[in-house]
């Protein structure tokens, strides 16, 4: 079996809970970056069982060189556990530490829309378009680990999907640039630079609570 098909497309599709504003709920289409393609090429490997596959590509992988290069960052031993878990044939080991890396990429991503959120030297349309292309980033790896998320801790699932809607509600785009289908004709609404630092802020501590505080109990072989 060749890596292109174990390499297949994922489409997702993600019911979001509507929050109280009635924001607009969409279809998400995701863009791969290197990051997402080999997390997603991993992924496919071992669920086809073709751990051989999946072990090459982590090893070869710009998911594999991410880890090294923050390996301060992420919680320790997830670089090994993941690797041991291929070599075990451990699939949900496999999605779980794959899972929790993304978040660690989240997070990032939201660290950089906050910060430029909160960057005086840029003007407010600046301020919320280099926000937005962040907020791309994040929701990107995000809707890949969601389901992981979502089977350990349902509660910050389902604050960091309603987070992203309200992120991009208060930034003036109705969450339509370009992450979502389906609300082009509705107006956007008007931005509220205030609610959408406190929005990113409290997503921000969501996903470093998640990584911190509960990797050792929810991810106990990747410590």
């Known amino acids: 079996m060749s890596v292109a098909i174990v390499a297949a497309a994922l489409v997702l599709a993600l019911g979001l809970p509507a929050p109280a504003l009635g924001h607009h709920v969409g279809v998400y289409v995701p863009r791969d970056d290197d990051i997402s393609k080999n997390f997603k090429d991993i992924k496919f490997a071992g ?16 998911v594999h060189a991410t880890m090294e290069k923050r390996e301060k960052a992420l919680p320790r031993g997830l670089e090994d556990g993941l690797r041991a878990a291929i070599k075990a044939g451990d699939v949900p080991g496999i999605e779980l530490r794959l899972g929790l890396f993304l978040v660690f990429m989240t997070r990032e991503r939201l660290a950089d ?6 960057n005086a030297a840029l003007s407010p349309d600046r301020r919320r378009d280099h926000a937005k292309k962040f907020l791309n980033a994040a929701w990107r790896y995000y809707g890949l680990a969601d389901l992981a998320v979502t089977e350990r801790d349902p509660k910050t699932a389902a604050a960091l999907r309603i987070g992203f809607e309200d992120a991009y509600t208060y930034l003036g785009s109705m969450m339509v640039d370009p992450m979502w289908a389906g609300a082009g004709s509705r107006p956007a609404a008007a931005p509220d630079d205030r609610k959408a ?27």
């Open 113 to 118: 829309a906050l910060q430029r959120m909160q």
């Open 47 to 62: 669920q086809s069982g073709r751990f051989d596959v999946a072990l090459r590509l982590f090893d070869d992988g710009i």
């Open 197 to 223: 630092v406190a929005v990113l802020a409290a997503m921000l501590e969501a996903s470093r609570t998640f990584i911190r505080g509960g990797t050792e109990k929810r991810f106990p072989a990747a410590r």
